[in-house]
């Protein structure tokens, strides 16, 4: 360019006037001609971010057919138009160069992956399918009770998927008989669904993240809210803004904490003991919410005269039968009534509600359910008095008692007037007038009393009456894109979609006895049936006849706990051989890595479906046992397909979000290559199977030929039209019209539903998830901006923000409220209860369904429709949260001779064994606690961020942190090599020496916590070696969730061994702490 | 480049941005951030307090600085297909149908499966063979044993929510406009089975309940009087309704407001309840309920509209008015709910 004198700078300043340089005149011609990228572009098109849970809106720009840039969605009620690192990088994630768009193939014992073309790899893929499970078909099981399954074949996804996606594959799985289904949702917020079920009725949130908005104080714990889920922590500011107190309580000081008004370190797996020390303090000092928790709560309900307490046995409940690690609930249950819970293990009471019928096993069991609540097959005896010995009130009283602030600080490390300072916080915000919010990720859903940590906060906010009310309720933030969706609309082994339990194999189990064991008679569970024969339909079609029970025979039945990590123990004892990887990645992502790749290495074939070649698809040539020459490419007969994936922006659908919110993403482009959607695959693929099974006479074959899986496609690649699949989820009436809401279903086969708690997202016609009215134009909650389970209900229990006769508990806190002339329920939120049942509505005797709940129960999926203080029913290892010392741990249980979860899930392999704990001896070998955490720019396994060049250079390396005493004890250097080692595997990880992990003074003694996050593997941009190398498979029982955030190890400083010496030093280390298979494995130890 | 006042100037006259920026030569948002300081792709989130400024468009501004909006719809009739699946669905549609009586035979068995008609002759007799029987209809009291004793407000409380189903169900029904035959059908059949119903508990309210009610709880005379005004509404809505079929075009507009003035009465009878429960002995209540009962069994079956209240008139006027209404029954008037006393229970249950 050729620029004269006269347009130098300063000689333009002076002749523009703008003397100073402040505005046009400094502008160059050159950046003139700059514009951005989104002025450029010939469209927009409205979509979702595909990372955590916060779910932030994004506007794609599209130009020329190519994705040019994407951005917030300002008109978004939740992230007003903010992005946080990995969503600024989702540009990179969607159009950058390490996506792949070629299938490729690995044939057995090959050393490397050769190219294949998408429609023979899907064919072959179609082919194992049929082979292996018909090879491995079981009509029952040993006990001669029908099954009609295979565990031949298992599949594992990822939580980015999308509901239509997720609906699918449980969809035609079930079909195939593959009960081995299951999600990243497992893995990550399975407690949330038992803590949260059992307590309120539905496993989901209980608000939305906008209301924290209106908080008088925000308690933060086991989440780095401000760092996991940067966009959703604006609203934490805001209420911070209006004045409410941050409280963030966590062993690693972080990002939260530097932006809370308290911060309390505490030690790891502590938390029930430090919430059980907060009801303690509600109930000794009289700050509960009286008139809330006699009319909501089930205190005054009088439990079974059999039940004994942990007070009376040592730190364990009645029931407990040690030799098979598991608790017969009978003696929890209420006095004089039989409940059954909305939620966690419903099939426990199969027997005792059919009278008769065989369990065949007693594992496993439907997890908790999102949605529901007891039965009362007799009404409760209640003591409105509260003070009868055995009621609800005064056991928990008793239970308590013992959680001192010295106590809690002997085992938390939390120092009296620290703690005092939180209880004092708390309950002066809680109130009529006050709410107190409670908001955690996965820093308590991942313990081997995961579902029992909600649990305590449930209890709490229930004591408090901070439940149903705004800036109340219980955030359970989730973490990625869909993990709320995957659930719902579930891919996992023990639940069927809206919370609906996968049957277990009783004899002669027809689905009126199904409906009889597993549902609640009363609340809106009691229309169990009616879910049920909606979803069967919708499966089966006109092959579903009143005749033949809507075809609930075609279900494979479950023999006890299927999880993933069942699955990884059923693929090492050669039980299941073919595995389908749909955006997940094990070999890094689940718990004890090591023994997940020796768990592939032992399958017949491997399908990957993925961005690029994450871990999962390639440690058959360049994992890490392939480097300590543990096995060998050449040796390992696994045959793998990798197909690529199609990102968000490159199909339609929905993920529903941590405010169980379902948002539409519009496609922007067709995918290139091979990439396809999952929605395509799991179409594609049923499709082919069901060509090359036509015309068999199988009865095996019956459930897959008879499914209905005509929909219809479009396009160049035949993409299932995803609104179709909504559409189906939604639910349908006999004359073809969208259904409005669930009320509407039938249980005589003339309404058919997907999934029955997302009906009414697609009522007339509309696909109600798309809609996009802007926030400023409504009120907080976002009534318009997509939609929300159930009814689009947006604060969970909302009957309870008004007192029990209908009017606000007061002004400032007005949400939901009865309005005695129009003799209806109305407000901000749409009700979360009949909205003309008035608040003197009592029912008759013999009333079922939702008429049994009187006009002031604010928990409608509850049978009693109460919050559940103490669960009767519905959790397997205890009513009452209680403290127990995780898995591993460096220290004796100091509040009961117990030390662990009695029932908790261990299993003892030679790739997976346990540390000492406590006092016993080798303990010692392991002297430190870590927690694993998650970083900003980085997202779980590292599969959508490792990738990307952008996030790669935030957080270039693996590092763990480290207090700079346990630096100086272990001669550690800040930047320097340190090696972790468990009786799993040893690890390498750079040192970051911060004061920001400061040692904690526990039962007298100094414990320093190590701080380790999760995303890295040997793959991508930025390389490490992954946590979960160190972790072990020891579950919580409700939900078979790992214990990942708390266990012990030792640091010291260094490289790690290459080669055999890696190995050879983790059993050095074994040895030194003298483990055996019985190590850790003691049920009363 | 255009100054603020400038563009603030052509905002006073009434013009949008999109023309101001096509005559400033600028993009439209630009405008708008030169007049308002805010940008309008909404990168920025004032504080309320700071909205108010010249030039400030409330709700999104983003399409003055977006290229156009996107939206692909699916070419794809989603609702057809459904309509598809529905029609495919022989079963659904036969389950359907039964929760449409009043329905012609030759219909019912059209959308039968041939070979599942084997007996004719005696379809129009029994919708449910029988199969159905949930075996749990107890919640009605009526279907108790006789000398069984009932409580007062277990009787009434029941009866409300049967009603309170069947008004569910002729809310969630479309109105005229969208309405199929079968929508209409089902729509009338609920009025057919709510009339007796709500001319059964009101006659015997007003015979044995409201005196109660007066005579014993706080607020009795009030409550009682407020609840016979609602009452003589929702009758007199009953009476207008009887007879009135869904092709009316009154019909729609009728059942509004029959829903409405139920749910008002059903609102104030709750209060009532629980005022009986405090005041009267289980005793008391069972006696009053075994009078009730047995008014009901012997009752009306229609609404009327002129009914008087008095007690005494009432007792005496009576076994008339329910002799007529039985004629009338018998008359062929209530045929089609007679027919379908089965699917109506299985109606109430699945429905609610």
């Known amino acids: 360019m050729n620029l004269g004198i006269m347009d130098w700078a300063v000689l333009r300043q002076l002749r523009s006037g703008d003397r100073f340089g402040r505005g046009a005149g400094v502008k160059s011609p050159a950046s003139g001609r700059l514009g951005p990228r989104t002025a450029g572009a010939d469209k927009v098109v409205k979509s979702v971010c595909p990372y955590c849970g916060v779910g932030c809106a994004q506007n794609v720009y599209v130009k020329d057919g190519k994705v040019v840039q994407i951005e917030g969605d300002p008109d978004s009620p939740v992230s007003r138009g903010r992005l946080c690192p990995k969503g600024s990088a989702s540009l990179q994630l969607t159009t950058g160069s390490a996506r792949r768009h070629q299938c490729l193939y690995r044939p057995p014992h090959a050393t490397d992956w050769e190219p294949i073309e998408l429609e023979r790899a899907l064919d072959m893929v179609a082919d194992r399918v049929i082979a292996t499970r018909r090879d491995n078909w079981q009509w029952s099981d040993e006990e001669g009770t029908d099954v009609r399954r295979t565990l031949g074949i298992a599949s594992l996804g990822g939580a980015t998927l999308d509901n239509e996606e997720n609906y699918l594959i449980k969809k035609l799985w079930t079909s195939l008989g593959v009960i081995q289904v299951e999600n990243q949702a497992r893995v990550c917020h399975s407690s949330t669904v038992a803590g949260l079920g059992t307590s309120f009725g539905r496993g989901g949130a209980t608000t939305c993240m906008q209301d924290l908005q209106n908080s008088d104080c925000i308690v933060i714990e086991g989440s780095s809210f401000a760092e996991a889920h940067p966009v959703g922590f604006q609203w934490v500011m805001e209420a911070k803004a209006r004045g409410a107190t941050v409280i963030h309580v966590d062993p690693r000081f972080t990002r939260t904490s530097a932006l809370a008004d308290m911060y309390v370190p505490l030690r790891a797996g502590a938390d029930i003991a430090f919430l059980g020390g907060i009801i303690n303090y509600v109930l000794a000092n009289d700050k509960w919410f009286h008139d809330y928790v006699l009319a909501y709560t089930n205190a005054p309900a009088i439990i079974n005269e059999d039940f004994l307490d942990t007070e009376d046995l040592g730190g364990i409940f009645s029931g407990l039968d040690e030799e098979n690690r598991h608790y017969d609930p009978k003696s929890w249950q209420y006095e004089a009534a039989d409940v059954q819970s909305a939620s966690g293990e419903r099939d426990e009471q199969f027997d005792e509600r059919t009278k008769g019928g065989s369990t065949v096993s007693q594992a496993g069991g439907s997890e908790s359910h999102g949605s529901g609540g007891p039965s009362l097959n007799v009404e409760a005896e209640r003591d409105e008095t509260l003070q009868h010995p055995r009621c609800v009130f005064q056991i928990l009283k008793r239970h308590y008692a013992r959680y001192t602030p010295q106590l809690v600080q002997e085992v938390c490390g939390v120092p009296p007037e620290l703690f005092d300072r939180v209880c004092r916080t708390i309950t002066a915000a809680s109130g009529p007038d006050r709410t107190t919010a409670f908001v955690y990720a996965v820093g308590w859903t991942q313990h081997t009393v995961g579902a029992q940590f909600i649990r305590a906060a449930s209890v709490l906010q229930l004591l408090l009456g901070n439940i149903g009310r705004p800036g109340g309720g219980i955030q359970a933030l989730r973490g990625h894109a869909s993990i709320q969706g995957s659930t719902d609309v579930p891919t996992l082994f023990n639940l069927l979609p809206g919370y609906l339990p996968m049957p277990h194999a009783h004899a002669h189990e027809d689905l009126d006895a199904y409906v009889a064991g597993e549902a609640a008679g009363t609340g809106y569970w009691g229309l169990m049936k009616s879910y049920m024969v909606s979803l069967l339909k919708a499966w089966w079609g006109p092959a579903a006849t009143p005749d033949n029970d809507f075809c609930f025979d075609y279900i494979p039945r479950l023999t006890g706990s299927h999880s993933t990590y069942e699955t990884t123990l059923a693929q090492l004892d050669g039980i299941c051989k073919g595995y389908f990887l749909m955006g997940q990645n094990p070999a890094v992502g689940s718990a004890n890595s090591r023994a997940q790749r020796f768990g592939m290495a032992n399958l017949e074939w491997l399908v990957v479906r993925d961005f690029s070649l994450i871990e999962s698809a390639t440690w058959w040539k360049d994992g890490p046992e392939i480097e300590s020459g543990e096995m060998r490419t050449e040796d390992i007969g696994t045959e793998v397909f990798f197909f690529p994936a199609a990102s968000h922006t490159e199909k339609n659908g929905a993920f529903t979000n941590t405010n169980r919110m379902l948002q539409w993403h519009f496609q922007a482009v067709e995918p290139e290559g091979d990439a396809r959607s999952d929605l395509w695959f799991m179409y594609h693929l049923g499709r082919k199977i069901r060509e090359k099974l036509a015309g068999s006479t199988d009865e095996m074959d019956r459930p897959i030929l008879d499914l209905t899986w005509d929909y219809p496609v479009e396009g160049s690649l035949d993409e299932p039209v995803a609104e179709a699949v909504l559409a189906e989820i939604n639910g349908w009436d006999d004359q073809g019209r969208p259904l409005a809401s669930y009320e509407q279903l039938n249980e005589d086969g003339s309404t058919a539903c997907g999934c029955w708690i997302y009906c009414g997202v697609f009522a007339d016609g509309i696909n109600q998830a798309a809609r996009k009215k802007p926030a400023s134009q409504q009120n907080w909650l976002g009534p318009e901006w997509a939609w929300a389970w159930p009814a689009n209900r947006r604060i969970l229990y909302n009957r309870a923000a008004a007192r029990p006769d209908g009017s606000p508990w007061s002004e400032s806190k007005a949400l939901v409220w009865w309005d005695p002339d129009e003799a209806k329920w109305t407000g901000h939120d749409i009700p979360d209860f009949a909205a003309d049942k008035s608040p003197d509505y009592r029912p008759p005797p013999g009333a079922e369904g939702p008429d049994a709940l009187s006009g002031t129960d604010p928990f409608i999926m509850q049978a009693d429709g109460k919050g559940w203080l103490f669960v009767p029913a519905g959790l397997t290892d205890g009513p009452l949260p209680t403290h127990y010392e995780p898995q591993e741990s460096p220290f004796d249980n100091a509040f009961y001779p117990q030390q662990r979860n009695p029932v908790r899930q261990v299993f003892s392999r030679e790739l997976n064994r346990y540390h000492p704990s406590g006092s016993e001896p080798g303990a010692d070998v392991y002297p430190y606690v870590i927690t694993t955490c998650r970083l900003t720019e980085h997202f779980t396994a590292g599969g959508m961020t490792r990738w990307q060049p952008y996030l790669a250079e935030l957080q270039p390396e693996m590092f763990v942190e480290v207090s700079p005493e346990l630096a100086a004890e272990r001669k550690l250097e800040h930047g320097g090599w340190a090696t972790l080692v468990t009786a799993r595997n040893a690890i390498e990880a750079r040192v970051l020496v911060t004061d920001r992990m400061a040692p904690l003074v526990v039962a007298d003694r100094v414990v320093h916590q190590i701080g380790v996050p999760f995303h890295w593997g040997p793959n991508g941009y930025t390389r490490g070696d992954a946590a979960n190398e160190l972790t072990s498979i020891s579950l919580d029982p409700n939900v078979h969730i790992q214990e990942d955030k708390a266990l012990t190890a030792d640091i010291r400083p260094g490289r790690r061994p290459r080669g055999p010496g890696r190995t050879e030093l983790v059993q050095a280390y074994q040895r030194r702490a003298g483990i055996t298979p019985e190590t850790g494995m003691g049920v009363t130890a | ?352």
Do not use: C
């Open chain 2, 1 to 352: 480049m255009p100054t603020k006042r400038t563009v603030l100037e052509l905002v006073a006259e009434g013009r949008d941005y999109g023309a101001i920026g096509r005559e400033l030569g600028i993009p439209a948002g630009q405008a708008y951030l030169i007049a308002t300081g805010l940008p309008a792709d909404g990168s920025d989130v004032p504080a309320p307090e700071d909205l108010d400024r010249a030039g400030y468009m409330a709700g999104s501004t983003q399409h003055l600085a977006n290229p156009t909006l996107s939206i692909r719809k699916s070419e794809h009739q989603v609702g057809s297909w459904l309509e598809r699946r529905a029609t495919a669905d022989s079963q659904m549609a036969e389950a359907g149908a039964l929760r449409a009586p009043g329905q012609s035979s030759s219909e019912a068995e059209s959308s039968k499966p041939a070979d599942r008609d084997s007996d004719g002759a005696d379809h129009e007799s029994e919708p449910d063979d029988g199969s159905q029987d949930e075996g749990s209809q107890d919640e009605g009291s009526q279907e108790e044993g006789a000398d069984e004793r009932v409580d007062v407000l277990a009787l009434l409380r029941s009866q409300h929510n049967e009603v309170h189903d069947l008004l569910k169900e002729l809310d969630a029904l479309p109105d005229a406009n969208d309405a199929t035959p079968r929508d209409r059908r089902r729509k009338e059949w609920a009025v057919a089975l709510l009339v007796p119903r709500m001319a059964a508990h009101e006659a015997a309210e007003q015979e044995m309940f409201w005196p109660a009610v007066r005579d014993t709880i706080d607020d009795g005379v009030d409550l009682a009087d407020r609840a016979e005004t609602q009452e003589r509404r929702v009758a007199a809505v009953l009476g207008d309704l009887d007879g009135t079929g869904a092709d009316d075009e009154r019909f729609d507009e009728l059942v509004d407001e029959l829903v409405g003035a139920v749910r008002r009465h059903v609102a104030t009878e709750d209060i009532v309840f629980r005022g009986v429960e405090e005041e009267l002995s289980e005793e008391q209540r069972r006696e009053l309920g075994d009078t009730v009962r047995a008014i009901q069994e012997r009752g009306p079956t229609r609404v009327h509209r002129l009914l008087s209240t008095d007690p005494a008139v009432l007792r005496v006027a009576r076994p008339t008015i329910a002799a007529v209404d039985r004629a009338r029954d018998r008359a062929g008037g209530r045929r089609r709910q007679a027919n379908t006393g089965n699917a109506e229970s299985r109606g109430k249950k699945g429905g609610s």
